[in-house]
């Protein structure tokens, strides 16, 4: 029992055990950013049976992988709650902890591996085609991508596959929780001001309006909500700065912001260095870019069709010709 104990405590603070690898604690830090629902006493049962086996380390590895994707794509996509698999994941961890299942055969890692997989299939398109939909509503409310819940964990992802092995430039505890009257995931070029009151400079102003002069009003919302205009921040700011310019986000200007997209978060400078100016043009190849990035990390298999609902912006590819 105090075994097993440890092994819990290391599915609350992974990155502090002394009784899991490190391959083991990033694959669990992964699930607890996601939320870890219905997964601990199964986790528990794994670890418990098999992390001193060094013949089942990469699967328990895997697994826990396949934990972590079904995860995204069950909870984060299809937006379903846990208690449709709760009894399930709970009969498997004492599956786990025993070695058979309700029939006494024999049960282990494999089984849940095998399952997982399963569910994982079965469930993808479904999951896919919710979260098309649910984007579409996002926008037909004006706020766009800024909407989903997943939208921390996903640029959190994204931003660890950017650093590599370099050091941490982003910390999630302030990114996931910025704070009262702070954002840590910005829109590159802003919503439109409509009645808001926003104190953005003149100058500002016209930067933005001077260079997406030839979209519409709905088009301009549709550019500022989509995926490729989102950025994740190395440092919260206060909302009324997404109003400045390009170049004042690029390399801020008397310390307004702590950090400038040049020396920020390893998202931010593949932006600053990609882009001189900031365009539709730019929003479309980022959005494009971020889909796949998504279709391929999570094993989504999008077809064209699905790949084109979750980018949007067709209008601004019959505009780049």
Known sequence: MENRDRYREATFSP??????SNAVKDRISQINRQGMRCFRPLITAILSR?????????????????????????????????????????????????????DGAAFGIENVLARLTDLTGSNREKCVKTFMDTVSGYFADVGGYCRWKGIHYFFYEYECGKRGDGESRLSWDTFARPGKN?????????????????????????????????FSGGERNELAGAIGNLLALSRNIDPALQYQSYPKK?????????????????SEME???????????????RSVKLIRFMNERWGLNLSGEQMR?????????????
Request: aromatic share 12%; glycine share 10%; with cysteine.
């Open 15 to 20: 990155e502090t055990s002394g009784v899991i």
């Open 50 to 102: 098999y992390s001193a086996d060094e013949d089942k380390a990469s699967l328990v590895e895997e697994t826990l992988a396949a934990i972590e994707r079904f995860s995204f794509i069950y909870f984060m996509l299809g937006g379903n709650g846990s208690s449709g698999y709760r009894k399930e994941f709970s009969d498997m961890a004492r599956f786990v902890a025993r070695g058979k299942d309700a």
């Open 182 to 214: 702070r954002v840590s995931v910005e829109r590159i070029l802003p919503q439109p001001q409509g009645s808001k009151t926003v104190a953005a400079a003149e100058e500002d102003i016209r930067y933005w309006s001077g260079r997406f002069s030839e």
């Open 250 to 266: 690029r390399r801020p200007e008397n310390g307004e912001r702590e950090r400038g997209y040049c020396s920020g978060s390893y």
């Open 271 to 285: 932006v600053a260095q990609e882009n001189d100016d900031w365009t539709a043009a730019g929003i479309y190849e």
């Open 309 to 321: 609902r979750l980018v949007r912006l067709e209008f601004v590819a019959e505009y780049m010709g």
